[in-house]
């Protein structure tokens, strides 16, 4: 297939060079001047991009259909687009793609937050699937420019899509690209708040503020943040955010099944001790500042949106609020005043019920 990638950072530069090797025609394209643009330069000039798979200190070079700034010819042609920026860009991204999609069979906004939403107005919905991911299937690090790292790979993986009747389609045309996308959520806000970093980023990050700025760069949260006290925590988030699914007509989960549903093959081992084996053998170091995304992105766009999504219906979120207000006065912003809501995707409540 002729796949584009829409952003070519970390995630991107990985899973062009997967799909690249799947024996896909894969565009890669940059909408942006902000990060990894060294190795943006590097890899634009040589077309070539060198990877290397877990545990391996061995890189394959990969050459890349395309790797391009110039968005009407990047897109265009595309059967598959695959939308792999920072959510926060979910909306400029729109705008500028937009206008060159011609009626793709999927675009796929990973991970999403409901930010599939602002693609509407692009897209004939009796033409092009909406999806949206959770999180990529492998996880990537650029060490230098031209060459990045692939730490590991999920398990599984799960989309949520917006027209209910394209689910089975939606799920083949992902399987063929990544063999482990298998599962469909029952709608796209299920997809969105089954988004990991909505639970542990937020929490690791606030409720680790001190530790990270006293460590300066020696901190790693999957090892250190996760305490039994803060397991109180996150069970508590974990049901206001299960509470919202179930007002969508979604299925809850708790985020630690979800984390054994992602990274492991055996789905009979305790989730608990799949969390902590990540923890202790794959979680990755940092964050190592509270300038991170962990904050400034999945407050607003995942805190928030959660807060929201429950205001609409009437209940409350006293710990999801509580982070929100304490991320607020760590940062000495309010991150609720551009937040990810139904009014910014304009979206009612019934319209957004009416796809789930």
Same mark, same amino acid.
């Given at each position: 297939?002729?796949?584009?990638?829409?952003?070519?950072?970390?995630?991107?530069?990985?899973?062009?060079?997967?799909?690249?090797?799947?024996?896909?025609?894969?565009?890669?394209?940059?909408?942006?001047?902000?990060?990894?643009?060294?190795?943006?330069?590097?890899?634009?000039?040589?077309?070539?991009?060198?990877?290397?798979?877990?545990?391996?200190?061995?890189?394959?070079?990969?050459?890349?259909?395309?790797?391009?700034?110039?968005?009407?010819?990047?897109?265009?042609?595309?059967?598959?687009?695959?939308?792999?920026?920072? @959510?926060?860009?979910? %909306? /400029?991204?729109?705008?500028? $793609? *937009?206008?060159?999609?011609? #009626?793709? !069979?999927?675009?796929? =906004?990973?991970?999403?937050?409901?930010?599939?939403?602002?693609?509407?107005?692009?897209?004939?919905?009796?033409?092009?699937?909406?999806?949206?991911?959770?999180?990529?299937?492998?996880?990537?690090?650029?060490?230098?420019?031209?060459?990045? @790292?692939?730490?590991? %790979? /999920?398990?599984?993986?799960? $989309? *949520?899509?917006?027209?209910? #009747?394209? !689910?089975?389609?939606? =799920?083949?045309?992902?399987?063929?690209?990544?063999?482990?996308?298998?599962?469909?959520?029952?709608?796209?806000?299920?997809?969105?708040?089954?988004?990991?970093?909505?639970?542990?980023?937020?929490?690791?990050?606030?409720?680790?503020?001190?530790?990270?700025?006293?460590?300066?760069?020696?901190?790693?949260?999957?090892?250190?943040?996760?305490?039994?006290?803060?397991?109180? =925590?996150?069970?508590?988030?974990?049901?206001?955010?299960?509470?919202?699914?179930?007002?969508?007509?979604?299925?809850?989960?708790?985020?630690?099944?979800?984390?054994?549903?992602?990274?492991?093959?055996?789905?009979?081992?305790?989730?608990?001790?799949?969390?902590?084996?990540?923890?202790?053998?794959?979680?990755?170091?940092?964050?190592?500042?509270?300038?991170?995304?962990?904050?400034?992105?999945?407050?607003?766009?995942?805190?928030?949106?959660?807060?929201?999504?429950?205001?609409?219906?009437?209940?409350?979120?006293?710990?999801?609020?509580?982070?929100?207000?304490?991320?607020?006065?760590?940062?000495?912003?309010?991150?609720?005043?551009?937040?990810?809501?139904?009014?910014?995707?304009?979206?009612?409540?019934?319209?957004?019920?009416?796809?789930?």
């Amino acid at each position: 297939m002729k796949i584009s990638i829409v952003g070519s950072g970390n995630a991107g530069c990985a899973h062009a060079c997967i799909l690249t090797e799947a024996g896909n025609e894969v565009t890669l394209i940059k909408t942006s001047f902000s990060l990894h643009d060294d190795n943006f330069e590097e890899i634009s000039t040589s077309k070539v991009i060198n990877y290397s798979n877990p545990n391996e200190s061995t890189f394959k070079a990969v050459k890349i259909h395309k790797i391009t700034r110039n968005i009407a010819e990047g897109v265009c042609d595309a059967d598959v687009v695959m939308v792999m920026t920072q @959510s926060l860009q979910h %909306k /400029n991204v729109a705008k500028l $793609i *937009g206008p060159y999609l011609n #009626d793709p !069979k999927l675009l796929i =906004v990973i991970p999403g937050y409901l930010g599939s939403l602002y693609f509407r107005e692009f897209i004939d919905e009796n033409k092009t699937i909406l999806a949206e991911g959770e999180s990529t299937p492998y996880d990537a690090r650029i060490t230098k420019p031209g060459y990045v @790292s692939i730490l590991f %790979k /999920n398990a599984r993986n799960a $989309i *949520g899509v917006l027209q209910e #009747d394209k !689910k089975t389609e939606a =799920v083949q045309i992902m399987g063929e690209l990544v063999d482990t996308y298998r599962h469909t959520r029952s709608n796209i806000v299920e997809s969105a708040l089954h988004n990991p970093n909505l639970i542990v980023h937020t929490i690791g990050a606030i409720m680790s503020a001190s530790r990270i700025e006293y460590s300066k760069g020696e901190f790693w949260m999957y090892k250190e943040a996760f305490t039994p006290a803060i397991w109180n =925590v996150i069970k508590q988030l974990d049901s206001e955010k299960n509470n919202v699914i179930e007002l969508f007509g979604g299925i809850p989960s708790a985020y630690v099944d979800e984390c054994k549903f992602r990274n492991e093959d055996n789905l009979q081992q305790n989730s608990m001790d799949v969390f902590n084996s990540y923890a202790q053998e794959g979680g990755p170091k940092g964050p190592e500042s509270l300038d991170t995304r962990f904050i400034y992105e999945d407050v607003p766009n995942g805190l928030c949106l959660l807060e929201n999504l429950a205001a609409v219906h009437g209940e409350s979120t006293p710990i999801t609020s509580s982070l929100i207000n304490l991320a607020n006065a760590l940062h000495n912003v309010n991150y609720r005043t551009n937040s990810r809501t139904l009014e910014c995707l304009q979206m009612t409540i019934e319209g957004l019920k009416s796809h789930c």
